[in-house]
């Protein structure tokens, strides 16, 4: 059955992946002819609107058939559904099968580092890791030499 399942969703992914890239970019009504205005979409809300009236020849508009499947939707490409970690805690509520986790931006060094450990260890996969987290590691394992030797430096 979860064999099924996850067949089910790398389809749907793919599906996705396909509608995503008939779908136009859906700007804003006239953003093009005035500067003032910004490409953002904005429904056409117009009496006389050739783009609310859908007029060959004007840009599409957002409707319902370009959405995509409703088993893929929210999910990373990756195929997992993200979850936002703050702290070593956040990560014992994960589920390492279905779901993958990203680090916040206001997380320290430090803190990053316990945080992936953890995640390591529960085979949890990381959507936004760091190259600054094995150096963290790296300058953390050395720096008890190295008090040492500027001590020693110092006495000289």
């Given at each position: 059955?979860?064999?099924?399942?996850?067949?089910?969703?790398?389809?749907?992914?793919?599906?996705?992946?396909?509608?995503?890239?008939?779908?136009?970019?859906?700007?804003?009504?006239?953003?093009?002819?005035?500067?003032?205005?910004k490409e953002?979409?904005?429904?056409?809300?117009?009496?006389?609107?050739?783009?609310?009236k859908?007029?060959k020849?004007?840009?599409?508009?957002?409707k319902?058939?370009?959405?995509?499947?409703?088993?893929?939707r929210?999910?990373?490409?990756?195929?997992?559904?993200?979850?936002?970690?703050?702290?070593?805690?956040?990560?014992?509520?994960?589920?390492?099968?279905?779901?993958?986790?990203?680090?916040?931006?206001?997380?320290?060094?430090?803190?990053?580092v316990?945080?992936?450990?953890?995640?390591?260890?529960k085979?949890?996969?990381?959507?936004?890791?760091?190259?600054?987290?094995?150096?963290?590691?790296?300058?953390?394992?050395?720096?008890?030499?190295?008090?040492?030797?500027?001590k020693?430096?110092k006495?000289?």
């Amino acid at each position: 059955m979860k064999e099924q399942e996850t067949l089910t969703k790398e389809h749907k992914l793919k599906v996705r992946e396909r509608i995503k890239g008939k779908k136009p970019n859906f700007k804003r009504q006239e953003s093009w002819r005035y500067k003032r205005l910004k490409e953002g979409w904005r429904k056409p809300r117009g009496i006389d609107s050739k783009m609310r009236k859908s007029v060959k020849g004007w840009p599409k508009s957002v409707k319902v058939g370009y959405r995509g499947p409703k088993e893929a939707r929210g999910l990373h490409p990756s195929g997992y559904e993200e979850v936002l970690v703050y702290n070593v805690d956040d990560i014992d509520k994960v589920n390492p099968e279905t779901q993958a986790i990203r680090i916040a931006h206001t997380v320290g060094g430090r803190k990053r580092v316990d945080i992936s450990a953890r995640a390591r260890e529960k085979k949890i996969y990381i959507l936004n890791p760091k190259e600054e987290v094995e150096k963290i590691e790296e300058i953390e394992a050395e720096e008890p030499s190295a008090s040492i030797n500027d001590k020693e430096s110092k006495e000289q």
